[in-house]
Protein backbone atom coordinates (compact mmCIF):
# COMPACT_ATOMS: atom_id res chain seq x y z
CA UNK A 1 0.00 0.00 0.00
CA UNK A 2 1.16 3.65 -0.83
CA UNK A 3 1.16 5.99 2.45
CA UNK A 4 -0.91 9.46 2.06
CA UNK A 5 0.86 11.29 0.01
CA UNK A 6 3.59 8.42 -1.97
CA UNK A 7 2.66 8.53 -5.68
CA UNK A 8 1.70 5.23 -7.21
CA UNK A 9 4.42 6.65 -9.72
CA UNK A 10 6.81 8.90 -9.77
CA UNK A 11 9.48 9.60 -12.93
CA UNK A 12 12.06 11.99 -12.37
CA UNK A 13 14.77 13.07 -14.91
CA UNK A 14 14.12 10.46 -17.29
CA UNK A 15 15.99 10.55 -20.24
CA UNK A 16 16.24 8.31 -22.99
CA UNK A 17 17.99 8.79 -26.27
CA UNK A 18 18.42 6.44 -29.48
CA UNK A 19 21.22 6.60 -31.22
CA UNK A 20 21.28 10.80 -31.86
CA UNK A 21 17.84 10.92 -31.16
CA UNK A 22 16.43 12.22 -27.79
CA UNK A 23 12.82 11.35 -26.97
CA UNK A 24 13.19 12.11 -23.16
CA UNK A 25 14.93 14.73 -22.03
CA UNK A 26 14.41 14.78 -18.24
CA UNK A 27 10.39 13.80 -17.79
CA UNK A 28 8.91 14.45 -14.24
CA UNK A 29 5.66 13.41 -13.28
CA UNK A 30 3.89 11.89 -10.54
CA UNK A 31 1.04 9.81 -10.83
CA UNK A 32 -1.33 9.82 -7.93
CA UNK A 33 -2.19 6.40 -6.95
CA UNK A 34 -5.94 5.39 -7.43
CA UNK A 35 -6.14 8.48 -9.20
CA UNK A 36 -6.59 8.32 -13.69
CA UNK A 37 -3.80 9.89 -15.68
CA UNK A 38 -3.77 10.79 -19.38
CA UNK A 39 -0.60 11.02 -21.16
CA UNK A 40 -0.98 13.94 -24.14
CA UNK A 41 1.31 14.55 -26.76
CA UNK A 42 1.90 14.95 -30.30
CA UNK A 43 2.87 11.64 -32.54
CA UNK A 44 6.27 10.21 -31.74
CA UNK A 45 6.82 12.38 -28.62
CA UNK A 46 7.52 9.59 -26.66
CA UNK A 47 4.29 8.98 -25.09
CA UNK A 48 5.18 5.17 -25.50
CA UNK A 49 8.81 5.51 -24.89
CA UNK A 50 7.56 6.68 -21.15
CA UNK A 51 4.90 3.72 -20.52
CA UNK A 52 7.46 1.33 -21.55
CA UNK A 53 10.36 2.10 -19.21
CA UNK A 54 7.86 1.97 -16.36
CA UNK A 55 7.16 -1.56 -17.52
CA UNK A 56 11.13 -2.26 -17.88
CA UNK A 57 10.65 -2.78 -21.29
CA UNK A 58 13.22 0.06 -21.97
CA UNK A 59 15.88 1.01 -19.85
CA UNK A 60 16.10 4.42 -19.34
CA UNK A 61 19.81 6.73 -20.10
CA UNK A 62 19.31 8.66 -16.87
CA UNK A 63 16.25 9.45 -13.99
CA UNK A 64 14.44 7.14 -12.04
CA UNK A 65 11.36 5.34 -12.00
CA UNK A 66 9.55 4.74 -8.38
CA UNK A 67 6.16 2.81 -7.91
CA UNK A 68 4.89 2.86 -4.18
CA UNK A 69 8.15 4.71 -2.99
CA UNK A 70 10.58 2.30 -4.67
CA UNK A 71 13.27 3.13 -7.13
CA UNK A 72 12.72 0.56 -9.37
CA UNK A 73 16.31 0.24 -10.52
CA UNK A 74 17.50 -1.15 -6.93
CA UNK A 75 15.02 -4.16 -7.49
CA UNK A 76 15.41 -7.50 -7.68
CA UNK A 77 14.81 -9.17 -10.33
CA UNK A 78 12.07 -11.46 -8.51
CA UNK A 79 10.90 -7.86 -7.15
CA UNK A 80 10.69 -6.49 -10.46
CA UNK A 81 8.67 -9.41 -11.53
CA UNK A 82 6.02 -9.05 -8.49
CA UNK A 83 5.67 -4.95 -9.49
CA UNK A 84 5.12 -6.38 -12.81
CA UNK A 85 2.70 -9.11 -11.66
CA UNK A 86 0.77 -6.33 -10.14
CA UNK A 87 0.21 -4.37 -14.06
CA UNK A 88 -2.27 -5.00 -15.99
CA UNK A 89 -2.10 -3.07 -19.84
CA UNK A 90 -4.75 -2.79 -22.55
CA UNK A 91 -3.17 -2.33 -26.22
CA UNK A 92 -3.65 -0.65 -28.95
CA UNK A 93 -4.54 -3.41 -31.09
CA UNK A 94 -6.14 -5.39 -28.49
CA UNK A 95 -3.01 -7.84 -29.04
CA UNK A 96 -5.19 -10.78 -28.29
CA UNK A 97 -3.82 -14.09 -29.39
CA UNK A 98 -5.41 -15.54 -32.57
CA UNK A 99 -4.83 -19.19 -31.90
CA UNK A 100 -6.74 -19.09 -28.36
CA UNK A 101 -10.65 -18.86 -27.58
CA UNK A 102 -11.24 -15.80 -25.78
CA UNK A 103 -11.47 -17.54 -22.19
CA UNK A 104 -8.00 -18.38 -22.22
CA UNK A 105 -6.68 -14.95 -23.76
CA UNK A 106 -8.42 -13.45 -20.73
CA UNK A 107 -6.67 -15.76 -17.80
CA UNK A 108 -3.64 -15.87 -19.83
CA UNK A 109 -1.73 -15.02 -17.36
CA UNK A 110 -3.28 -16.60 -14.28
CA UNK A 111 -2.79 -19.61 -16.50
CA UNK A 112 1.44 -18.74 -17.72
CA UNK A 113 1.69 -18.47 -13.76
CA UNK A 114 -0.22 -21.24 -12.61
CA UNK A 115 -2.15 -19.45 -10.46
CA UNK A 116 -5.41 -20.76 -12.07
CA UNK A 117 -6.81 -23.94 -13.10
CA UNK A 118 -8.12 -24.38 -16.51
CA UNK A 119 -11.30 -25.06 -14.97
CA UNK A 120 -11.34 -22.09 -12.45
CA UNK A 121 -9.81 -20.02 -15.21
CA UNK A 122 -13.14 -21.01 -17.63
CA UNK A 123 -15.52 -19.27 -14.67
CA UNK A 124 -13.06 -16.70 -14.00
CA UNK A 125 -13.17 -15.80 -17.70
CA UNK A 126 -17.18 -15.12 -17.96
CA UNK A 127 -16.83 -13.55 -14.44
CA UNK A 128 -14.69 -11.17 -16.18
CA UNK A 129 -16.28 -10.81 -18.92
CA UNK A 130 -19.35 -9.94 -17.67
CA UNK A 131 -18.08 -7.01 -15.70
CA UNK A 132 -17.22 -5.57 -19.07
CA UNK A 133 -20.72 -6.72 -20.70
CA UNK A 134 -20.17 -9.80 -22.88
CA UNK A 135 -21.98 -12.97 -22.69
CA UNK A 136 -20.55 -15.92 -21.19
CA UNK A 137 -20.78 -17.72 -24.70
CA UNK A 138 -18.27 -15.47 -25.64
CA UNK A 139 -15.73 -17.36 -23.73
CA UNK A 140 -15.54 -20.14 -26.27
CA UNK A 141 -14.98 -17.69 -29.60
CA UNK A 142 -11.35 -16.41 -31.62
CA UNK A 143 -10.85 -13.33 -31.62
CA UNK A 144 -11.37 -13.74 -35.43
CA UNK A 145 -14.95 -13.92 -34.68
CA UNK A 146 -15.23 -10.56 -32.75
CA UNK A 147 -15.99 -7.04 -33.99
CA UNK A 148 -13.40 -4.47 -32.81
CA UNK A 149 -15.50 -3.08 -30.25
CA UNK A 150 -15.76 -6.77 -28.68
CA UNK A 151 -11.53 -7.40 -29.41
CA UNK A 152 -11.41 -4.00 -27.04
CA UNK A 153 -13.64 -5.45 -24.27
CA UNK A 154 -11.52 -8.64 -24.53
CA UNK A 155 -8.31 -7.26 -24.39
CA UNK A 156 -9.47 -5.21 -21.43
CA UNK A 157 -11.24 -8.09 -19.36
CA UNK A 158 -7.62 -9.39 -20.28
CA UNK A 159 -5.54 -6.44 -18.16
CA UNK A 160 -8.09 -6.54 -15.13
CA UNK A 161 -8.13 -10.41 -14.48
CA UNK A 162 -5.54 -10.41 -12.38
CA UNK A 163 -6.75 -7.52 -10.52
CA UNK A 164 -3.98 -5.32 -11.04
CA UNK A 165 -3.41 -2.05 -8.81
CA UNK A 166 -2.05 -0.38 -11.74
CA UNK A 167 -3.51 -0.43 -15.57
CA UNK A 168 -2.10 1.09 -18.85
CA UNK A 169 -4.30 1.95 -21.48
CA UNK A 170 -2.59 2.77 -24.99
CA UNK A 171 -4.99 4.86 -27.30
CA UNK A 172 -8.13 2.54 -25.89
CA UNK A 173 -10.58 3.68 -28.32
CA UNK A 174 -8.58 4.09 -31.37
CA UNK A 175 -10.45 2.30 -34.35
CA UNK A 176 -14.00 2.35 -32.69
CA UNK A 177 -16.58 4.82 -33.67
CA UNK A 178 -17.65 7.02 -30.99
CA UNK A 179 -20.21 5.79 -28.97
CA UNK A 180 -18.07 2.38 -28.99
CA UNK A 181 -15.74 4.71 -27.66
CA UNK A 182 -17.66 6.15 -25.09
CA UNK A 183 -19.01 2.48 -23.70
CA UNK A 184 -15.41 1.67 -23.62
CA UNK A 185 -14.40 5.14 -21.83
CA UNK A 186 -17.14 3.67 -19.58
CA UNK A 187 -15.85 0.21 -18.39
CA UNK A 188 -12.67 1.05 -18.57
CA UNK A 189 -13.78 4.03 -15.30
CA UNK A 190 -16.06 1.28 -14.18
CA UNK A 191 -13.62 -1.57 -13.89
CA UNK A 192 -10.42 0.95 -12.48
CA UNK A 193 -13.22 2.30 -10.00
CA UNK A 194 -14.27 -1.56 -8.87
CA UNK A 195 -10.30 -2.22 -8.50
CA UNK A 196 -9.09 0.85 -6.78
CA UNK A 197 -6.24 1.02 -9.35
CA UNK A 198 -3.95 3.65 -10.84
CA UNK A 199 -4.20 4.19 -14.54
CA UNK A 200 -2.13 5.12 -16.62
CA UNK A 201 -3.14 6.05 -20.36
CA UNK A 202 -2.28 7.37 -23.51
CA UNK A 203 -5.06 8.63 -26.02
CA UNK A 204 -5.46 10.93 -28.63
CA UNK A 205 -8.74 11.42 -28.37
CA UNK A 206 -9.60 14.31 -26.04
CA UNK A 207 -13.24 13.77 -25.66
CA UNK A 208 -12.21 10.26 -23.99
CA UNK A 209 -9.43 11.67 -22.11
CA UNK A 210 -11.88 13.95 -20.31
CA UNK A 211 -14.09 11.17 -19.73
CA UNK A 212 -11.21 8.75 -18.11
CA UNK A 213 -8.83 10.83 -17.01
CA UNK A 214 -8.78 12.36 -13.82
CA UNK A 215 -4.97 14.04 -14.45
CA UNK A 216 -3.68 14.78 -17.63
CA UNK A 217 0.22 15.51 -18.69
CA UNK A 218 1.56 16.46 -21.93
CA UNK A 219 4.39 15.72 -23.12
CA UNK A 220 6.37 17.52 -25.42
CA UNK A 221 10.14 17.70 -26.92
CA UNK A 222 10.88 15.07 -24.49
CA UNK A 223 9.55 17.26 -20.85
CA UNK A 224 6.60 17.34 -19.39
CA UNK A 225 5.14 20.61 -19.75
CA UNK A 226 1.70 20.57 -18.25
CA UNK A 227 -0.10 18.71 -15.63
CA UNK A 228 -3.36 19.55 -14.72
CA UNK A 229 -7.22 18.70 -14.13
CA UNK A 230 -8.24 16.41 -17.49
CA UNK A 231 -11.38 17.99 -17.03
CA UNK A 232 -9.80 21.10 -17.95
CA UNK A 233 -8.79 20.10 -21.20
CA UNK A 234 -9.09 22.82 -24.01
CA UNK A 235 -9.48 25.40 -21.53
CA UNK A 236 -6.01 25.39 -19.44
CA UNK A 237 -4.92 28.75 -20.23
CA UNK A 238 -1.85 27.18 -21.48
CA UNK A 239 -1.61 28.14 -25.21
CA UNK A 240 0.12 24.94 -26.14
CA UNK A 241 -2.29 22.70 -24.16
CA UNK A 242 -5.62 24.11 -25.37
CA UNK A 243 -4.15 24.47 -28.99
CA UNK A 244 -3.43 20.23 -29.11
CA UNK A 245 -6.71 19.87 -26.84
CA UNK A 246 -8.34 21.69 -29.62
CA UNK A 247 -6.88 20.77 -32.80
CA UNK A 248 -5.87 23.76 -33.94
CA UNK A 249 -3.67 24.41 -36.94
CA UNK A 250 -2.35 27.57 -35.45
CA UNK A 251 -0.64 27.98 -31.88
CA UNK A 252 2.42 27.75 -30.59
CA UNK A 253 3.24 23.97 -31.52
CA UNK A 254 2.22 25.56 -34.79
CA UNK A 255 4.86 28.32 -34.49
CA UNK A 256 7.27 25.52 -33.78
CA UNK A 257 7.23 23.19 -36.60
CA UNK A 258 7.41 26.01 -38.72
CA UNK A 259 10.46 27.08 -37.67
N1 LIG B 1 13.22 0.90 -29.90
C1 LIG B 1 13.38 2.06 -30.55
N2 LIG B 1 14.46 2.29 -31.33
C2 LIG B 1 14.62 3.47 -31.96
N3 LIG B 1 13.77 4.49 -31.88
C3 LIG B 1 12.66 4.33 -31.12
C4 LIG B 1 12.41 3.11 -30.42
N4 LIG B 1 11.24 3.24 -29.76
C5 LIG B 1 10.78 4.49 -30.03
N5 LIG B 1 11.64 5.14 -30.85
C6 LIG B 1 11.48 6.51 -31.33
O1 LIG B 1 11.14 7.32 -30.24
C7 LIG B 1 10.23 8.34 -30.63
C8 LIG B 1 9.05 8.34 -29.68
O2 LIG B 1 8.29 7.15 -29.89
P1 LIG B 1 6.96 6.82 -29.09
O3 LIG B 1 6.49 5.49 -29.62
O4 LIG B 1 7.18 6.93 -27.64
O5 LIG B 1 6.00 7.96 -29.57
P2 LIG B 1 4.50 8.26 -29.12
O6 LIG B 1 4.50 9.57 -28.42
O7 LIG B 1 3.94 7.10 -28.38
O8 LIG B 1 3.84 8.46 -30.55
P3 LIG B 1 2.43 8.01 -31.21
O9 LIG B 1 1.42 8.94 -30.62
O10 LIG B 1 2.63 8.27 -32.66
O11 LIG B 1 2.20 6.57 -30.86
C9 LIG B 1 9.86 8.07 -32.09
O12 LIG B 1 10.61 8.93 -32.89
C10 LIG B 1 10.31 6.64 -32.30
O13 LIG B 1 10.72 6.45 -33.62
Not at 24 to 35: E, M, Y
Not at 127 to 140: F, I, N, P, T, Y
Not at 177 to 197: E, F, N, Q, Y
Not at 216 to 229: C, D, F, L, P, S
Request: charged letters at 25%.
Amino acid sequence: MSGAGVPKIRLRGLAKSFGPKVVLDGVDLDIRAGHSMVILGGSGSGKSVTIKCILGLITPDAGTIEIDGRDVAKLSRREREAVNDRIGMLFQNGALFDSLPVWENVCFKLLAQRRITRRAARDKAAEVLAQVGLAASVSDLYPSELSGGMQKRVGLARAIAAEPDIIFFDEPTTGLDPIMGAVIDGLIVDCVKRLGATAVSITHDMASARRIGDDAAMIHRGKIVWTGAAATLGETGNAMVDQFARGEREGPIQMELRK
